[in-house]
């Protein structure tokens, strides 16, 4: 054989025929995971086999108006005579 390794094991990846595609795979891994932000969910659409930079997962993000929840810090309540009961 006359072809490299690289060559012989590549595995194209996953293209979406439309932006609506990708709207919905975004919208359902927001849905799922509510804390992921653009990287996180660039990360899943590369491991589900979708080329794609993030700055394409923002804009389409920051269109949709999706934004990740951020996560709330841990209150000590150490006093017994907390406010938060």
Known sequence: MD???STYYY????KLSGVAE??????????KYPY???RR???ALKRDGIKINHKKV???MKEMGI???KARKFAVTTN???KLK
Not at 22 to 31: F, G, N, P, Q, S
Request: glycine share 6%.
């Open 67 to 69: 934004q990740c929840k």
């Open 80 to 82: 017994s005579s907390h």
């Open 22 to 31: 990708l709207r919905d795979r975004i919208e359902k891994i927001a849905y």
């Open 41 to 43: 969910m660039t990360h």
């Open 11 to 14: 595995k194209p990846g996953e």
């Open 3 to 5: 072809i490299s390794r």
């Open 58 to 60: 923002l804009k389409i």
């Open 36 to 38: 992921y932000g653009y």
